[in-house]
């Protein structure tokens, strides 16, 4: 069977990295998190006081990026790739919210984002691919084969952030999730370098009353068709 690259792009938590780990799982392809990369970035940022609440020193990060390394590395148990910043894992680091917080700012800078792109066309070169973020279908791999558009309402997809982080423990409220995904949105679709929108030849999707398994089963047909 030929192989292919699948772009997935959307609003935060549309479900972009279920789908997308699902379709990788299914046909044996690489998954690649974008905005894990993003955060892994804005993470390094934040440990080294380029970046808080109050300031930004965006020279000071530009200077330091050529010291910042990103690797995936694949973990069997949980079935997916596992992001390293300087060969520490912080998968669990880059996921809270103080992260999500400042992690639009961090991927408005052209110089990060031509660093990340040029790093997932690189992994993304031999197709096999299925890659989640923003600009995936736009910038990253305009030629994708296929390119799908995530949506769902704001309320939906705060509701899913919420549930996920209290699962894990953390403490937060809905209405700053419903903020901050509001917030996201917003400089994500005005950004002058690669804003959020919709290819013209992405299929959209929104997945506001699908269960996971009916947009897995939605997509997949979809895929079949791509691949014959
Ligand atoms: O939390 P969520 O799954 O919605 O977002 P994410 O995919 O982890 O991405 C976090 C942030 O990184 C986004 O809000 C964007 O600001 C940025 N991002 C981007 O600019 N381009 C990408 N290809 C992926 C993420």
């Keep these: ?45 934040m440990q080294n006081h380029f970046i808080s609440k109050n300031e930004f020193k965006i ?16 973990n069997p148990e949980l079935g997916f790739a596992e992001i390293y910043l300087n060969d520490v894992n912080v998968e ?11 992690v639009s700012s961090v991927a408005e800078i052209s110089e990060v984002r031509k660093m990340l792109v040029e790093q997932q066309q690189e992994m993304g070169k031999n197709k096999g691919v299925v890659m989640d973020g923003r600009d995936i279908g736009t910038v990253v791999f305009p030629y994708a084969e296929l390119k799908l558009f995530m949506t ?13 982080l209290i699962e894990k423990g953390d403490d937060v409220q809905f209405e700053e999730i419903l903020k901050n995904v509001q917030h996201r ?35 997949y047909a979809i895929v079949l068709e791509k691949l014959n």
């Design 1 to 45: 069977m030929k192989n292919i690259t699948i772009a997935i792009d959307g609003f935060s938590s549309t479900g972009k990295s279920t789908l997308a780990k699902q379709l990788a799982t299914k046909l044996n392809y690489i998954y690649v998190d974008s905005g894990a990369m993003y955060r892994a970035v804005t993470f390094y940022a």
């Design 59 to 74: 020279e000071a990060l530009i200077a330091k990026l050529t010291e910042i390394n990103l690797k995936f590395k694949f």
């Design 92 to 102: 669990r680091e880059i996921r809270t919210l103080a992260v999500s917080e400042l």
């Design 152 to 164: 769902a309402s704001a309320e939906t997809r705060a509701k899913r952030r919420f549930d996920e």
């Design 185 to 219: 949105d917003h400089i994500d679709t005005t950004r002058d370098d690669s804003p959020l929108i919709k290819a013209e030849d992405a299929i959209e999707i929104d997945n506001s009353n699908l269960t996971k398994t009916a947009q897995f089963e939605l997509v």
